[in-house]
């Protein structure tokens, strides 16, 4: 069924991937009529409306060529790689296996030990496998060109974790500022949904350390490295209050690799919601505040460079991300910057900077030495 009868005026932009109808509907039609309800189902594509000064519009797009082949084999073995590692890293967290890299090019002394880590490693890329599908799915569900995830494996030593994370390619440019917004915030809020639980039934098995130990001086969320020195991670609002819900009257936790996992969530959260580049974040702003976003950036930059002072990660991310955006900190334009945002994606902008406050830790990491009792 044809949409023209049901239009007033149209423009029609042709991308590489798909075509973009930019479409003014007739007033008799704009309830949407059942006339046109019934056409939209018909359409071979996605559909949605934008509400603006000369009347109501709709926004069509289909398929403009075959869907890019993907090579799943490579996100497979990614996949693959990176559970291997992040297993083995928690095997390392969970003490099963040494930290000591004599022992890890020597795989007999710890293949039998290595599924320890699968507490850690599980949900660990179950937050990250969420994150990047909240991005996945809200872009092809706007018929977005993108690339399914792909996971960064990393040695356990030095990268303890045994991941560099993971991310996906959009592989075109958005249609406008509603698409911008609705991508950058699903992989926040999937990744946060999914964290928030692990986090919390992480840190009610991880292990109270009490003064009677001769622990007095020690509190917080503790890792333990075979002893002193150990690793302590800092709060944010949500880790501090979840930490009081799950482990109550527990001044101190010696963490579970669950909990673990689950803090990663919220610390990957925190660092994709800073409004820097083409970071989550900067989407997110950039679809709220265009003209600000850039300033915003700048500011934000400069003041986790400052934090660095206490935490050298806040260094190296700035200069990754500086890298990766070919040290350009702005935001590149969406193909119809004028179409206005609608008051629910400015409700989901609040709502993803309030989830940057509750996950941000100022100083997130650091060695200090303890007496261990572990």
Known sequence: MSLTRFLRAWRTIPLRDREVVDALVDPAHEGPSAELAAALRAWPGSHYWSDESDGRHLVLTQAAAPPTREAWGVHGLLFAATLFTTTLAGA????????????????GAWIRDWPAGLSFSLPLLAILLCHELGHYVTARRYDLDVSPPYFLPAPPIPVWIGTLGAFIRLRTVLTDRRQLIDVGAAGPIAGFLVALPVLWIGLAHSTPILASNGASGIHGMILWFGGAPAAQLGDSLVTLLVRRVAAPGATALTMHPMALAGWLGMFVTTLNLLPIAQLDGGHILFAALPRWQERAAR???????????????????????????????????VLDAYRPLPRSRRRLAWVSLVLFLVTFAPVPFWIREFVSIA
């Open 299 to 333: 500011a934000f930059w400069i003041g986790i460079m400052l934090l660095g002072v206490f935490w050298v990660g806040w260094l190296i991310w700035g200069f990754v991300v500086l890298a990766l955006s070919r040290g350009r900190l702005g935001h590149p334009p």
């Open 92 to 107: 390392i967290i969970a003490g099963a296996v040494p930290d000591d890299p004599r022992v890890l090019f020597h795989p």
